[in-house]
């Protein structure tokens, strides 16, 4: 099994000796025969193309190649024809770019190089090719001193130019900028149209013009208004030309305008129209940014393109260019996207836009002083504040973040121009994200590809993680591996990773950025340039600075595989060789000297060639020149005139041999000329063909022969043609001698007549690729079984490099006392490294059965290793022993882990089996195997099994996918299952585990990967959760782990590296590390926790940069009572409401051991820890199911039921006028009476009895906690509510109401957990209560005085219960795989139940039955959480019919007549027609459901949790997830909204003019319009996958009312602008890079102020979408509050028709006075408060709030986290704290009354306080289950408006 790591070392592992040959090696044979004459050819050849290498005196015919040409010599080319719209010109097809999908699309060709004259090109004198209208002629100029076209007339639409001529036609231009050479004329207005089509071919217009007074944008149409002069005010600019009006050189890029404004990738430019009035000289097209000012050989030397003379403009000797010129470049260089982004702006939906960039503006305004790279001036203003400079720059339109290098060439004529933007010069390099194709730009001082979701704040520092090694090599190919040029170091690919690797030392350096495997590389001659070609079509390429690392240029090649590429020596050219996408061979030649000095990547030429390539080179001597070889030909190229041809070496006999590699060998006298070089090509038959490159024939042919035959008495010679020879894959040559690799596994040294070998050396695979260094003295190569290394010709000592598994690898291992690496493989090796040094130790092959698991022994030398056949193995790595094996296994081992100890070893398979061995000594034993635990069918995985850090747990995915169960690793007494099998509301798949993980045994936490996508931590011993992470990754995560600190959470997701600070409750997000070109398997900590590993493609090291903290104190596990509703990616289960179930549960006893829920938490005083190892049962938790109660939060803190009221209706200070939502996340919370018209429904701790007519509403309060569910008697006199359980009560409530009166009867409690469901017996006799998953509680209740009659301990969890209809003494429960039918049996006062329980048959497949009702005697209805629908017959307890009803779980069936309602969690409600099921009852299991079918079918708007129906089952009321009620009828087959609310937080209320209507934001990204009076839904925008987080409605004063409008602030940084009249959309602007988080307009609301979380705060004009100025004064704390109010107070020393504050979370207070309309903002006063250290409420840091006093303007009111909890009242005229308003608590939300001296606080407390600010009295008011984070008065004072989470309570506030 066992083979040391070089076969011919003299010590293990040094390396592979050097030898000479025996005389019976391998030999050379010379071909016997001469070469072949000069000029000769093979019959049947094709004549050599001009301009290649020809012998003297030969004639050569040119070839024509499609679409060559010279650009701007009015050549008339095939590919330049104009191009019809629906298909494309056969002349043009062989000129197409490989990897675009568009057939329509004219992609770049060659002739449009280096720039392209347009009005030349398409004969516009001809006007056939292009049409004009009106007065059109043609001027001599005197300026110009040529001539020119003039454009004049009065209506511009009349007079123009269009190119082309007919609208059918394209002109397929695909230079990325369009030069328009023009000069208005004085006094008029011209405008110049131009239609440019994008890549997924939609036709945009962009148009310039002085007649645009404001940019404007569609989806199809940008209008920019083209500013000639900047000498005055902007807002002055627009209108006509001057008088005095200069040619103007108008650069556009086409490519940015389209990015920037649109998002959109450029395609080509379809036509021109140049209407009236203007003269035009030309148009050109070019890739190329040309300066107009510079021109001539003395600018060579500076990183600029000059114009070429044929565009400049002409300039008098002594005089200036921009004198006379005027230049407008648009977008400026310091607004638009760098092209380095277009690849990935291009690309798929994931790719990743990261910080903040640069947003143009709206108009290019012409300069006319130098400027250097275009970074035109904008119009200037004073900084409000000495402290902080507002920059006046537009905010990042894109986000996008890059710096633009700045060089000295823009000092030359003048100072260079600066930023105004803070943000602009963010040092960023050039790396790739895991998706394919995806390119995004990150820091650089990182020196990893690292995305950041969300500011790292906890991370110290950010990074965490730096790369320090690589192990492996190759990956698409081990053909790629080079020397430096100095031959000190070695490049070669690993993946995606490119390693410069310093054969001395042994450190390696990286270069990251690609997104699959690398396919090709070049390095330059002077180790300036490095080259690289990624393997997925279309192939990206990369320009490297070799010194720095960094990315210089990526672009997209026309070949879609490159497969080789050579560099020039100078690095001016480089070529590349592949298949296109008709798989036909392709070269390509790229000019690269400009990309140094900041130009870009030219295509020179490419060409076909029905030729196979297998090599290319560009030769040392001349760059123009190359050659190639392949299958049975050897061609000779040259680059001329813009085309590269070919001409064939005649090979003579050798024609058909399949050529491999090439070299070239310079003259032995040194000369460098041409006709000095010689070519070597090698071929897989064993010859070596010398070919004299002036002649193009064969000098010599060799041959490789294999040696003599073991026992022949001679070698036997083999003639050419006879026998096989040995495959020769590549070659290498220097001035002295020729290294030689082969398939055999030789490496051979050869002089270079070949007469004898001079070194050899065997390797332990086919050697690929060899290279000789630069000085001779090493050569390098690599074998395809993934082994790099050099041989020593000196020493004749052969070094390895780097070793690789030639596989992906699957699992990992580490040894912490020998700092030992094991690794296992797909290509069925176990591999040992060192990983000090990375170098391979050991390695262990199987060719039987393939390694899928490794772990090392903690304590000695020794490995185990789980195989495929399941057979488990242990390794000794000093004594050889044979190895222990265990076949206890039927399955493959897809775990193996061990405990701390060493003591015990535990394995699973997959069929389900664990075992557990013995491990004390070395001969290892099995103590005993369980069948049945795991999970069987999973994969293997370094996370299948889990020990805890103290060795007394084990975890593991099992029985099923969706149980984690943990056992005493002991013994293996199973002391917890936690059922993971939740029915997800949004999706019908049961989520399942994936992987679990245990946390250091201080926590007492483990974690569980999900299919869903998230990482739940729980309790290890009581199964609560205690935190969250969704949405982890789009796919499920195999392998995760938790440091020993607790600090960082490493998880594999997809090709990324996640990155969590577990420590932070509230964490920002993840650090995500890409570099992995395939999916993560494995990731660990280092046993000393300073390094990281992970494996996938290959093993990556990484440095943890954090110190970690031996004694570190774990943080405490929050209660999940405890959270608040802070939305953080490690989320608080108790934040995510209508997903689990998050209550209370008693501590358990030993005797009776209840099956805890996921979110179960000890009562108040109790740990919840208890030893659980010699517990007798083990624990079950669920999950919630579909129909389990799940409240929006926990239950309020104690503070909130002591001295909190609701005042009675006729005193108080305020009064309960409306609710306005429906609590979603209760299940059968809602009840409806055709025949009577009672109609009830809860909201938090409310029950809302709604008159259907009227709207009138009446509330019923009295539950301490949110109310679960009701039940209705069939008297319709009672109702029965129940809630969840509370702090300030043991039990749950469960209060009867008189439908009536509307008042509380009796209030019961029995419960400790949540009551899940309500039901009243036909009589209503008695009402049965039923516990949820965790009480497991039914009780039975006698009517009469509500007395407990029975209760009864269930053994399972139960989902619903219902009463027999025809017999009161029968009830039916439903729960996991059985019905449970209960008779009650009445002695005397004592009622009893007697049990009889029927599974569920196997027919009806796997699931939970979730619901439950009575049909037509003797008829059962149940519902699956799989879709299933079954009816069983209950006087038989049989099952005798099913149907697959729905997509999703059934969580509601209601039956009536015949017909038959489902609703499921998928939203889909049905309606069946059953009448038929009764019949089929008699058949017994043969019943078939082709007799039921579907009526009708709804899809709501979310999981259907509640329904009532009138009799006939024709109307219903139906309630649903998403908190809306609907009106279902079946007769219209309509669904008509009665109760809407937000499905999550409410972030804002504002209110428009006059009071007619309110407008509510939500997380859930929708905007509500309401109408006040009767709070009715009128209108509702919604925006996908958002968050709107502020919201503003303009201001009365703005305009008429049909012009009113609301701001809204998203949480990708995006402003909306939505007109209330039109119901539409008017706008949308990207002010900030971040969330905003408040947003206010101006008081004459032409001008809207936004803040974001970063603390930056932003001035836009809402119609034009422009930000003109920027506020960075609270930079790096969120801005909490913008208030905007009329400056009254004219002491405070400062002008401004506004006064407006900003409070921001740091506690501060900046209040300042503008007047937008003369561009003024003045800081008026700074405030600054104090905060404590420990200042939280639930968990989270109250906000900072500060709002202007309505009843006196120089009165400022301040709450936050403080010393005190007070409300602080501040003078801003006499600068001082003038009052101090104490508190209770600290407070959430702050309102002011603009009609009274009222003061309106809400507090986290689920309280509400009114402060009388005139005479000091408070009253506090409850009624909200959650804190109250937002209270707003109504303009008119008479409504307050206030919101916990998603419920909004409406307040009438009286006279006072």
Request: with cysteine; glycine share 8%.
């Amino acid at each position: 099994m066992a083979r040391g790591s070089a076969r011919r070392a003299g010590v293990p592992g040094s390396g592979i000796q050097g030898r000479r040959p025996e005389r019976s090696g391998p030999r050379l044979g010379p071909e016997a025969r001469a070469p072949a004459q000069a000029g000769s050819r093979l019959p049947g050849s094709h004549p050599r193309a001009s301009g290649a290498w020809l012998p003297s005196g030969a004639r050569a015919r040119p070839a024509s190649l499609a679409g060559v040409g010279v650009a701007g010599e009015g050549v008339e080319s095939p590919g330049s024809c104009l191009l019809p719209e629906a298909r494309p010109s056969p002349a043009v097809a062989p000129a197409r770019v490989a990897e675009s999908p568009d057939a329509r699309r004219p992609l770049p060709t060659a002739w449009q190089h280096p720039f392209l004259n347009v009005f030349r090109h398409f004969r516009v004198d001809e006007w056939k090719r292009s049409a004009k209208q009106g007065d059109v002629a043609v001027v001599t100029d005197k300026t110009l001193k040529g001539a020119v076209y003039r454009i004049r007339g009065s209506v511009s639409a009349a007079n123009y130019i269009q190119l082309p001529g007919s609208s059918t036609q394209s002109l397929g231009l695909t230079g990325r900028y369009l030069y328009v050479l023009f000069r208005p004329l004085p006094g008029k207005h011209f405008v110049i149209h131009l239609d440019v089509s994008t890549k997924d071919n939609q036709v945009i217009r962009v148009s310039f013009s002085n007649l645009f007074k404001e940019f404007k944008s569609t989806a199809t149409w940008l209008q920019f208004p083209l500013v000639l002069e900047t000498r005055t005010p902007q807002r002055d600019l627009v209108g006509l030309a001057p008088s005095r009006a200069r040619w103007t050189c108008l650069q556009l890029d086409l490519q940015d305008i389209l990015l920037v404004y649109l998002n959109r990738c450029y395609g080509h430019l379809k036509s021109i129209r140049l209407c009236a009035s203007l003269l035009v000289r030309n148009l050109y097209t070019s890739d190329l940014c040309f300066e107009p000012a510079i021109s001539g050989a003395q600018w060579a030397k500076l990183p600029v393109t000059p114009m070429p003379r044929e565009m400049a403009f002409p300039v008098p000797k002594g005089e200036s260019w921009h004198d006379r010129y005027i230049h407008v470049r648009f977008p400026s260089d310091s607004l638009k996207v760098p092209s380095k982004l277009i690849e990935k702006s291009c690309s798929p939906p994931e790719a990743v836009l990261l910080g903040p960039g640069p947003q143009p503006l709206p108009c290019p305004v012409a300069s006319s002083k130098p400027v250097r790279f275009s970074v035109s001036p904008v119009v200037q203003t004073p900084s409000p504040t000495a402290s902080g400079r507002a920059p006046l720059a537009p905010r990042p339109f894109l986000e996008v973040s890059l710096s633009q290098e700045r060089s000295d060439a823009s000092n030359v004529d003048g100072p260079g121009f600066h930023s105004l933007e803070p943000w602009a010069h963010v040092e960023a390099s050039d790396v790739h994200t895991a998706a394919a194709g995806t390119h995004v730009l990150t820091h650089e001082s990182a020196e990893v590809p690292v995305v950041r979701t969300g500011s790292c704040e906890g991370f110290l520092p950010d990074p965490v993680l730096r790369l320090k090694g690589v192990i492996g090599f190759g990956g698409h190919s081990t053909r790629q591996a080079l020397w430096t040029p100095d031959g000190a170091a070695v490049v070669y690919p690993c993946h995606a990773v490119i390693v410069v690797l310093l054969v001395d030392t042994g450190e390696q350096r990286f270069f990251l950025g690609h997104t699959d495997k690398v396919s090709a590389l070049a390095l330059d001659g002077s180790s300036s340039l490095l080259a690289s070609a990624q393997a997925r079509a279309p192939s990206v390429m990369r320009l490297w600075d070799f010194q720095t690392g960094q990315c210089l240029c990526l672009f997209r090649s026309p070949v879609h595989v490159v497969c080789s590429l050579s560099f020039s020596d100078s690095g001016a050219l480089l070529c590349g060789v592949g298949k296109d996408h008709h798989g036909r061979t392709m070269v390509v030649a790229w000019g690269t000297g400009q990309v140094g000095l900041g130009g870009e990547v030219v295509v020179l030429a490419k060409a076909h060639t029905d030729f196979d390539v297998q090599a290319f080179r560009v030769t040392f001597f001349d760059e123009t020149r190359m050659a190639s070889c392949g299958q049975g030909s050897v061609r000779l190229w040259r680059l001329r005139g813009g085309a590269l041809r070919s001409c064939p070496v005649d090979l003579g006999e050798h024609h058909t041999l399949q050529f491999t590699d090439l070299a070239f060998k310079q003259a032995q006298d040194g000369r460098l000329e041409p006709l000095a070089a010689m070519l070597f090509v090698c071929s897989r038959s064993g010859h070596i063909l010398e070919i004299d490159c002036q002649r193009m024939v064969v000098r010599h042919a060799r041959r490789l022969l294999p040696t003599r035959t073991p026992g022949g008495r001679h070698p036997q010679k083999q003639t050419f043609s006879s026998g096989p020879g040995i495959a020769i894959s590549s070659l290498s040559i220097s001035p002295a001698m020729c290294a030689v690799g082969s398939e055999d596994g030789f490496l051979r040294l050869w002089p270079l007549d070949f007469s004898s070998v001079l070194l050899e050396a065997e390797h332990e695979g086919p050697v690929s690729s060899v290279c000789v260094s630069p000085d001779g003295l090493r050569v390098l190569s690599a074998t395809s079984s993934g082994h790099l290394g050099f041989l020593d010709t000196l020493s004749r000592v052969y070094h390895m490099l780097a070793r690789s598994h030639t596989a992906p690898v699957l699992a990992l291992a580490m040894e912490q006392r020998r700092g030992q690496l094991a690794t296992v493989s797909q290509d069925r090796t176990v591999r040992i490294w060192d990983l000090a040094t990375l170098q391979q130790l050991y390695d262990f092959t199987s060719s039987e059965e393939a390694p899928c698991a490794v772990t090392f022994h903690p304590t000695r030398p020794t490995f185990f290793c789980g195989f495929s056949s399941g057979a488990v193995r242990s390794f000794s790595l000093e004594a050889a022993e044979v190895p222990v094996e265990h076949t206890c296994h039927r399955g493959a081992i897809t775990g193996l882990t061990a405990t701390p100890d060493g003591r015990l070893l535990f394995s699973s398979c997959s069929e389900g089996s664990l075992a557990q061995y013995s491990c004390a000594d070395p001969h290892w034993h099995v103590l005993r195997v369980a069948a049945d635990m795991v999970c069987p069918d999973a994969p293997a995985s370094p996370s299948a099994l889990a020990v805890s850090r103290d060795g007394h747990l084990l975890a593991f995915v099992g029985p099923s996918r969706c149980t984690v169960t943990v056992t005493d690793s002991a013994s293996l007494d199973e002391l917890l299952r936690v059922d993971i099998g939740t029915l997800d509301l949004a999706s019908s798949r049961l989520d399942s585990a994936m992987a679990v993980c245990f946390g250091p045994a201080a926590l007492g936490h483990l974690l569980v990967s999900t299919s869903s996508n998230r990482v739940v931590v729980l309790d290890a011993v009581s199964g609560r959760i205690i935190r969250e992470l969704p949405g982890v990754h789009p796919e499920p995560c195999p392998s995760l782990t938790l440091s020993e600190d607790a600090r960082f959470l490493l998880i594999a997701a997809g090709r990324t590296i996640k990155v969590w600070d577990y420590t932070t409750q509230a964490s920002p997000g993840p650090q995500v590390y890409i570099g992995h070109s395939e999916p993560v398997q494995a990731v660990a900590f280092s046993p000393d926790q300073q390094q990281v590993l992970s494996a996938g493609d290959a093993v990556f090291l990484w440095d943890v940069l954090a110190t970690t903290e031996s004694n570190q104190s774990f943080p405490v596990a929050p209660q999940a009572c405890e959270a608040g509703s802070g939305i953080g990616p490690l989320e608080d289960a108790s934040s995510r409401a209508s997903e689990l179930p998050q209550q209370q549960v008693p501590k358990p006893s030993q005797a009776s051991l209840p099956r805890l829920g996921i979110c179960a938490r000890p009562p108040e005083g109790g740990d919840g820890v208890r030893d659980t190892r010699n517990s007798g049962a083990p624990r079950t938790t669920c999950l919630a199911s579909y129909k389990a109660f799940t409240p929006a939060r926990v239950s309020c803190s104690p503070h909130s039921a002591k001295g909190t009221c609701l005042p009675p209706a006729s005193g108080g200070w305020l009064r309960l006028k409306a609710v306005v939502g429906y609590s979603g996340n209760g299940r059968a919370n809602m009840v409806w009476r055709p025949d009577t018209g009672f109609f009830a429904y809860t909201c938090g701790r409310l029950v809302v009895v709604e008159d259907l007519h009227s709207g009138a509403q009446q509330h019923w309060s009295g539950h301490s906690a949110e109310v679960s569910t009701l039940a209705l008697s069939h008297s319709a006199q009672v109702l029965a509510s129940a809630s969840g359980c509370s702090s300030t009560t043991a039990h749950c409530q469960i209060r009867i109401w008189d439908v009536s009166g509307g008042l509380c009867q009796h209030l019961i409690s029995h419960h400790s957990t949540t009551v899940l469901a309500l039901a009243f017996s036909p009589d209503d006799r008695l009402l049965v209560t039923l516990g949820d998953h965790d009480g497991r509680t039914l009780a039975l209740w006698g009517t009469t005085t509500y007395d407990l009659v029975s209760s009864t301990r269930l053994p399972e969890p139960v989902h619903g219960v219902a009463f027999n209809p025809w017999d009161a003494g029968e009830l039916t429960c439903v729960g996991q795989g059985t019905v449970t039918f209960r008779l009650l049996q009445q002695r005397g006062a004592d009622i009893s139940l007697q049990v009889r329980r029927e599974p569920v048959p196997e027919a009806v497949g796997a699931g939970e039955l979730t619901s439950l009702c009575y049909g037509a005697p003797p008829l059962l209805y149940c519902g699956t959480s799989s879709g299933q629908v079954c009816v069983w017959d209950t006087r038989a307890g049989r099952c005798f019919l099913s149907w697959e009803a729905d997509d999703g779980g059934i969580g509601l069936l209601l039956f009536s007549g015949s017909r038959l309602v489902s609703g499921s969690s998928v939203g889909q409600l049905r309606l069946w027609a059953v009448g038929a099921v009764s019949e089929l009852r008699c058949k017994g299991s043969g019943a078939r459901s082709s007799s039921v079918f579907m009526e009708h079918e709804l899809v709501l708007d979310g999981a259907v949790v509640s329904a009532s129906f009138d009799d006939s089952v024709d109307m219903g009321v139906v309630g649903t997830t998403a908190g809306t009620l609907w009106f279902v009828s079946w007769a219209e087959g309509t669904s008509t909204r009665l109760i809407s609310g937000h499905r999550s937080k409410v972030n804002e209320v504002v209110f428009g003019p006059g009071e007619a209507h309110c407008a509510t934001c939500s997380e859930d990204g929708s905007v509500r319009v309401w109408a006040l009076a009767s709070m009715e839904l009128v209108i509702q925008f919604q925006v996908l996958n958002q968050s709107c987080l502020c919201l503003a409605w303009s201001p009365p004063c703005c305009g008429r009312p049909e012009q009113q409008r609301l701001a809204a602030g998203y949480g990708d940084g995006s402003l909306r602008i939505f007109s209330v009249s039109r119901t539409a959309m008017e706008l949308k602007m990207h002010p900030h890079p971040v969330a905003l988080t408040a947003v206010a307009f101006s008081t004459d609301g032409q001008t809207v102020l936004s803040g974001d979380k970063d603390g930056l705060v932003a001035v836009s004009h809402p119609r034009t979408g422009t930000t003109f100025r920027v506020l960075s004064d609270h930079q790096g704390a969120p801005i909490s509050t913008i208030c905007v109010t009329c400056k009254e107070c004219e002491d405070l020393g400062v002008e401004g028709t506004d006064l407006w504050l900003a409070a921001s979370g740091d506690q501060r207070v900046s209040v300042w006075a503008s007047d937008w309309l003369r561009n003024r903002c003045d800081l008026v006063d700074w405030l600054s408060f104090p905060m404590p250290a420990t200042t939280e409420t639930q968990g989270h840091l109250p906000p900072s709030l500060a709002a202007f006093c309505p009843w006196d303007g120089a009165l400022l009111m301040y709450v936050g986290p403080g010393v005190y909890k007070e409300v602080i009242i501040y003078n801003l005229c006499q600068k001082q704290v003038v009052e101090k308003i104490p508190l209770p608590f600290f407070a959430m939300s702050l309102s002011l009354s603009p009609g009274s001296y009222l003061l309106a606080v809400g507090f986290a407390e689920c309280m509400l306080r009114l402060v009388d600010c005139a005479t000091g009295t408070a009253q506090d008011f409850a009624g909200h289950d959650n804190a109250v984070h937002l209270c707003r008065f109504t303009p008119s004072a008479r409504l307050l408006f206030t919101a916990a989470r998603n419920e909004i309570l409406v307040w009438e506030v009286p006279g006072r």
